[in-house]
T-cell receptor, first 114, second 114 residues
């Protein structure tokens, strides 16, 4: 199993550009989530999904959209990038429909918005 | 905020010594999890302890949970240079209807010197 994969690894955007961060898992996990990690901070939840077709907002959802059309994929869309979205983004997945299980994290996408 | 807070923020020890990190949180929880993050990498799950458990072991790791004090500790015994990493606690709040939200602290940076 590849586990949780994220692409791209690095990305530089200009303010106002849009892009999609890809996340895929091959473990048949129902639960998937996106976090951002800023220097000196813990991870903050952006959006999560408890199954295909079901998504919900986390702590910091503004400026981001998600969809979950398949169990495997959970892309994160930046609609109009802003410098405040410069961060490292992590995708995670787990068994079940909640966070009462081990979370498996991807390697992260480092995003710089100029 | 439900966010857990780790203490200390940074810890520097010699190989062979024990390392203890603490996590405090604010509201009742279903479970508490500890994760490790090597520099520039994703998070790796260490231990999950449920609210009805008081202590768990995994190899050189020992986690305790005191729900009356809303705190947890992570002990790494006989530390090695390879244990150098950031350690995060994450809490799953017991809010009844809430699913899918895991709250991370800002982490403890552990440095183990050879």
């Amino acid at each position: 199993n590849a586990g949780v994969t994220q692409t791209p690894k690095f990305q530089v955007l200009k303010t106002g550009q849009s892009m999609t961060l890809q996340c895929a898992q091959d473990m048949n996990h129902e639960y998937m989530s996106w976090y951002r990690q800023d220097p000196g901070m813990g991870l903050r939840l952006i959006h999560y999904s408890v199954g295909a077709g079901i998504t919900d907002q986390g702590e910091v959802p503004n400026g981001y959209n998600v969809s979950r059309s398949t169990t495997e994929d959970f892309p994160l869309r930046l609609l109009s990038a802003a410098p405040s979205q410069t961060s490292v983004y992590f995708c995670a997945s787990s068994w079940g429909s909640g966070v009462q299980e081990t979370q498996y994290f991807g390697p992260g996408t480092r995003l710089l918005v100029l | 905020s439900q966010q857990g807070e780790e203490d200390p923020q940074a810890l520097s020890i010699q190989e062979g010594e024990n390392a203890t990190m603490n996590c405090s949180y604010k509201t009742s929880i279903n479970n508490l999890q500890w994760y490790r993050q090597n520099s520039g990498r994703g998070l790796v799950h260490l231990i999950l302890i449920r609210s009805n458990e008081r202590e768990k072991h995994s190899g050189r790791l020992r986690v305790t949970l005191d729900t009356s004090k809303k705190s947890s500790s992570l002990l790494i015994t006989a530390s090695r240079a390879a244990d150098t990493a950031s350690y995060f606690c994450a809490t799953d709040p017991d809010r009844g209807s809430t699913l899918g939200r895991l709250y991370f602290g800002r982490g403890t940076q552990l440095t183990v010197w050879p």
